[in-house]
């Protein structure tokens, strides 16, 4: 009876630890979902690190004119970009740490009820071994059986060790050897699978990732790309209007034209503009002639 409720109190207690694994590793799981789905939310609220302006360098374009009278706009619309690119960045600290003060909270809450339930489990366990070891002494057997007069068997020495008791004992131990041998292995056979599991599942997300990252640098690359040849084409074409305009302002330059006084022989000239070309100062009136003080009349 001793042995069979020892037996009883092995198995239990292997049960037990199977389920208090078998919690564990849900736990674990539980952890890593909140992990990856934490990630992906960085993922998508995460600003890509290669995010700047690209600038190009075009030899051949004309130089452009100075803007003097347009800095202060310039000026002006540089500081609302710092500022917005400034306010953005903070935004999303704010946010990041917003995140990570939420994600060690969870972990804090996780390793709380795990240890809670680790020790849940741990008093369970030992009341119950203080239960079985009362119930085993409660039903302990009589060390003397009971006076019968008559009886067919041997009443003293039931209990001995005797080799075939020592057999038997020798036969129960190794079966009981060889099922704890056969649990470990079973655990590690298990453990390991579920590693390769793990692994293969973590494999195929990487792979993923990869071929997100891959298909987002070629989409990004390809914006790039026609940005700039929308560029160089637009510049092309300034850049050949330009030289157009410059051609013809050179050729009317080159041109020969009137000059401004034989444009004026076309037009007549009144009375007052007939005077001959070379007059500089000189007066109309009679040098002989004198003015006579207090009239209107000239002598």
């Not at 002494?137 to 060390?143: E, Q």
């Not at 068997?153 to 020798?170: A, C, N, Q, S, Y």
């Not at 590693?195 to 599942?201: C, N, P, V």
Request: proline share 2%; glycine share 4%.
């Amino acid at each position: 009876a001793v042995v069979s409720t020892q037996s009883t109190g092995d198995q239990e207690f292997y049960e037990q630890e199977r389920r208090y694994i078998d919690r564990e590793r849900e736990i674990c799981k539980e952890v890593a979902q909140c992990n990856l789905q934490t990630s992906e939310k960085l993922k998508l609220e995460k600003v890509p690190a290669n995010e700047f302006h690209h600038s190009y360098i075009f030899n051949r374009r004309g130089s452009s004119p100075q803007r003097f009278l347009t800095q202060d706009q310039y000026s002006k619309e540089l500081g609302d970009q710092v500022r917005i690119k400034t306010e953005r960045l903070k935004k999303l600290k704010d946010a990041t740490e917003k995140l990570e003060k939420n994600e060690q909270k969870c972990l804090a809450e996780e390793l709380s009820h795990a240890r809670r339930s680790f020790l849940e489990s741990k008093a369970a366990a030992t009341q119950q071994y203080q239960q079985a070891l009362y119930t085993q002494v409660k039903n302990k057997p009589f060390r003397f059986p009971k006076a019968e007069p008559d009886s067919e068997g041997p009443i003293f020495g039931k209990t001995d060790i005797t080799p075939e008791k020592v057999l038997e004992m020798r036969k129960r131990s190794k079966e009981v050897l060889n099922h704890q041998l056969w649990t470990i292995q079973e655990k590690k056979a298990k453990s390991q699978k579920d590693k390769e599991e793990q692994r293969r599942y973590e494999t195929e997300i990487l792979s993923k990732t990869k071929k997100e990252m891959k298909e987002n640098s070629y989409k990004r690359f390809q914006i790039t790309n026609g940005v700039r040849k929308e560029l160089e084409n637009s510049w092309t074409t300034q850049n050949l209007e330009k030289q157009r305009r410059d051609n013809l302002e050179r050729k009317h330059q080159m041109k020969s034209g009137l000059l401004l006084l034989d444009q004026c022989d076309k037009y007549a000239r009144c009375d007052q503009c007939k005077r001959c070309c070379d007059n500089i100062g000189t007066s109309n009136v009679w040098r002989e002639s004198r003015y006579i003080s207090g009239s209107r009349l000239m002598v």
